[in-house]
Every structure is written in C-alpha cells, then in structure tokens.
C-alpha cells in the first residue's frame, strides 16, 4: 500500500487532447471580465502543454482604455 502513495499517472496523450481543444480567441471587444477568463484558460492549457507556469494577461490589463477623465485635455 505504501509504495503507490505519491506516483503521477503519466498521461501521454494530454498534449494531443489538448492540441484538439477548440480555443477562444480574446478580443478587446469582449468585456474585461470575460477577457479575463478567456487568458486564464489559456494560460492553464498551455501551462499544462510546456509543464511550465505561463501566465498571460487579457488584452483590458495590458493596454487599458483611458476612463474620461484621464482622456480629457487639460487646459
């Protein structure tokens, strides 16, 4: 019982799965929220993919729309 603790199952066709798996592309027309999610998915499958951490941020964070006050002029 003691030698099983602990072992990964080794899954040799998650790659392939993945590489099926239909993707959503992120727009900056979808709202953040929704953006937000869309780069959290992919960043889990392809973290998943290259066994590493990858993180990325959705298109609302990475160049966000100023709000009216900061788009306004100063005179």
């Known amino acids: 019982m003691g030698g099983c603790a602990g072992a990964a199952t080794q899954l040799p066709e998650t790659t392939e799965l993945l590489d099926k798996l239909p993707r959503v592309e992120n727009s900056t027309k979808s709202s953040c ?3 937000r999610q ?3 998915q992919n960043s889990y499958v392809d973290s998943i993919k290259a066994k590493k951490s990858i993180v990325y941020k959705p298109p609302c964070e990475v160049d966000p729309k100023p709000t ?7 005179t």
């Open 33 to 35: 929220w929704q953006q």
């Open 38 to 40: 869309i780069a959290a």
């Open 68 to 74: 009216e006050a900061e788009s306004k002029p100063t």
